[in-house]
T-cell receptor, first 111, second 113 residues
Framework: GQNIDQPTEMTATEGAIVQINCTYQ??????LFWYQQHAGEAPTFLSY????GLEEKGRFSSFLSRSKGYSYLLLKELQMKDSASYLC????????????FGKGTLLTVNP | DADVTQTPRNRITKTGKRIMLECSQT?????MYWYRQDPGLGLRLIYY???????NKGEISDGYSVSRQAQAKFSLSLESAIPNQTALYFC????????????FGPGTRLTVL
């Protein structure tokens, strides 16, 4: 089976930096995704890591350590619009993989 | 126009009724998925299909069935709806192998009274 853990809620201030952690236990690991989801809306893709290291994309970066079963999403220069849930999802299997999602981290950005 | 559409967007029904949720996509993807989302539980996979002739159960398929009518269409049915099937339902699609992400539809909010 799989176990994916991420904090339930986080709060940060506009302009600051926040790091959202995700730990996982799985076999057949085939990559880790981060999605953003605003309340009542569809999840939207943020990042994908399959190799160890940091992937940077604008204000958002994602890090992966496969040996530790650990990832984080780093959000810089926080804006009010970044208030949303952030979902960590682990892909398992071959090319026809399925995703297993964590329960999500609700981030609130305060002025 | 949206690449992944779901109908209806909202539905209120009564216990015991049969309900069908529909998903259509114009992305040309082979892989399609149905998830439900409940507060505090995250997204959970109900069924998935890798092509028209391939249907697979996810982690919570009991009480649900699906039909892949064409590459572009994947329907989810609740044969006899019950209140604990009240949730937000998402359809998603994915293209080829590798790092391709899943693209989600806008969701259907279903309430079973």
């Amino acid at each position: 089976g799989q176990n994916i853990d991420q904090p339930t809620e986080m709060t940060a201030t506009e302009g600051a930096i926040v790091q959202i952690n995700c730990t996982y236990q799985t076999s057949g690991f085939n990559g880790l995704f981060w999605y953003q989801q605003h309340a009542g809306e569809a999840p939207t893709f943020l990042s994908y890591n399959v190799l160890d290291g940091l992937e940077e994309k604008g204000r958002f970066s994602s890090f992966l350590s496969r040996s530790k079963g650990y990832s984080y999403l780093l959000l810089k220069e926080l804006q009010m619009k970044d208030s949303a849930s952030y979902l960590c999802a682990v892909a398992r299997g071959s090319s026809n993989y399925k995703l297993t999602f964590g329960k999500g981290t609700l981030l609130t950005v305060n002025p | 126009d949206a690449d992944v559409t779901q109908t209806p967007r909202n539905r209120i029904t009564k216990t015991g009724k049969r309900i069908m949720l529909e998903c259509s996509q114009t992305k040309g993807h082979d892989r399609m998925y149905w998830y439900r989302q409940d507060p505090g539980l995250g997204l959970r996979l109900i069924y998935y299909s890798f092509d028209v002739k391939d249907i697979n159960k996810g982690e919570i398929s009991d009480g649900y069935s699906v039909s892949r009518q064409a590459q572009a269409k994947f329907s989810l049915s609740l044969e006899s709806a019950i209140p604990n099937q009240t949730a937000l339902y998402f359809c998603a699609t994915r293209g080829g192998a590798g790092k391709d992400e899943q693209f989600f539809g806008p969701g259907t909010r279903l309430t079973v009274l």
